[in-house]
């Protein structure tokens, strides 16, 4: 849908009100860097006003490409852009740097945890490495089929006073900064997960039905009402116009995310017919009978029903298997990235084929207890069996299944077989989430 014209305007959410009980904190000044000099645990949210949205992206690709944006502070540096429109790095204190993109440059604000944000400080950069940014640190957000509330991810919990529930029995709560509950709940709030492109502009009174209300205040007098229903979510600020309405993202799919590489020779008329045995719920492009696309060399993919480009080919299903855990890993929360920096090359993957399933899948996987990691093998090729034509010389299948748990388990560990590129290869990585057995 079209973007409502008021959706350019975000709650003030760090702006002093006159209904403030508190004085509103000074603003601060942003410090000379544009960034922070170690982002370690730090999380990066890509905006877009079309759809209302976050979506999160690896930091490292937007550090990796900070040294060569040529920074000129400047004025003049074009006019906004929607989609995406700015960005926010948030650091483990909550301190926070919020980047606006206009189409010649980018805008800087910072700000100390439970303080406002400075001034915006503008800055000219290099075109050419400013589109190669979008590309790489954007581009993949697109196909995303989940999404972030936008107003959510916005919130601070360094400027929250209380948070008030009452569930869809009645019942009340009241939560304040420093219980371990209020720290829970709001980060499950940032973390609530949507469908992409399901975002509506409702008017602030609407009401759903079974739903559990939620109420956060901030400091400076604005305050959130969010209603939780089993399928939707309506979120509204005491100081915007209307609401936002979403439709809820299904938690754990059975199959998520398995895109599939082509790499022939040459360029190269390819044919990927995929006999999911359950149903598809997403597909980028879209799969009709099977996909008929272009193949080059680099990776690079044109479809042939519309002439899009693309790096890979996305799909998503939903159904009922049966998962064998004999074997395989339970690796803490906290401690999945490193692991699958460590195992994903063992499996064949590429760094560039590894890095995009980190950055998918450890933002589902890190805050969990712990994760109990198997990665299939005959069972996920009949459940999804690839044909591709012309016939590949090497393909790899690398499909992960979890299940968050607990407790940890022992269980012996896998192995895998080296995997060689040869000739016309295909390469496939996706992924299972199990819904947690109650310990």
Not at 193 to 215: H, Y
Not at 322 to 350: A, H, I, M, N, Y
Not at 357 to 381: D, K
């Amino acid at each position: 849908m079209e973007a409502p014209t008021e959706a350019l305007t975000e709650p003030a959410i760090g702006t002093p009100v006159s209904s403030s009980s508190e004085p509103a904190a000074p603003a601060q000044v942003l410090p000379d860097s544009f960034m922070p000099a170690d982002f370690s645990g730090a999380t990066l949210f890509l905006y877009r006003i079309s759809d209302m949205a976050g979506t999160e992206v690896d930091p490292a690709i937007f550090f990796e490409y900070s040294s060569k944006l040529g920074l000129e502070q400047s004025e003049e540096v074009g006019e906004p852009l929607d989609n995406p429109d700015s960005m926010t790095l948030t650091l483990p204190d909550d301190s926070r740097y919020t980047y606006q993109f206009y189409t010649e440059g980018i805008g800087v604000q910072y700000a100390e945890p439970g303080k406002d944000a400075g001034e915006e400080r503008r800055y000219r950069v290099n075109q050419t490495v400013y589109t190669e940014l979008k590309n790489d640190c954007w581009s993949d957000t697109v196909v995303q089929p989940d999404v972030h509330p936008r107003w959510t991810l916005l919130m601070r919990a360094s400027k929250a006073e209380e948070i008030r529930i009452t569930s869809m029995a009645g019942e009340e709560s009241r939560l304040l900064p420093g219980e371990e509950s209020f720290s829970c709940t709001f980060e499950e709030l940032q973390r609530m997960r949507v469908n992409a492109g399901s975002f509506q502009q409702v008017a602030p009174e609407t009401r759903l039905e079974d739903a559990e209300i939620i109420q956060i205040r901030f400091y400076n007098g604005i305050r959130y009402d969010i209603q939780r229903g089993p399928r939707e979510v309506v979120i509204a600020s005491s100081d915007m116009p209307y609401a936002c309405r979403y439709a809820l993202f299904r938690n754990n799919p059975d199959t998520a995310k398995p895109v599939i590489y082509l790499y022939p020779e040459q360029p190269t008329d390819v044919s990927v017919r995929l006999d999911y045995q359950g149903k598809f719920t997403y597909t980028y492009p879209a799969y009709n009978d099977g996909w008929q696309v272009t193949a080059y060399p680099d990776g690079r993919l044109v479809n042939k029903a519309d002439g899009s480009e693309h790096y890979y080919l996305f799909w998503e299903g939903s159904g009922q298997f049966d998962w064998d855990f004999s074997s395989g890993f339970c690796v803490p929360g906290p401690e999945t990235e490193g692991f699958l920096r460590k195992v994903l090359p063992q499996t064949g993957l590429l760094p560039r084929e590894y890095n995009d399933f980190i950055t998918y899948w450890v933002p589902r996987m890190q805050h969990n207890r712990y994760n109990l990691i198997h990665f299939a093998g005959e069972p996920y090729e009949r459940l999804a069996p690839l044909t591709v034509t012309p016939s590949p010389d090497a393909i790899l299948r690398v499909h992960m299944v979890y299940r968050p748990l607990a407790s940890p388990v022992e269980l012996p560990p896998q192995t895998f077989e080296p995997f060689e590129r040869n000739g016309f290869t295909v390469v496939e990585w996706g992924g299972s989430s199990i819904r947690a057995k109650s310990d």
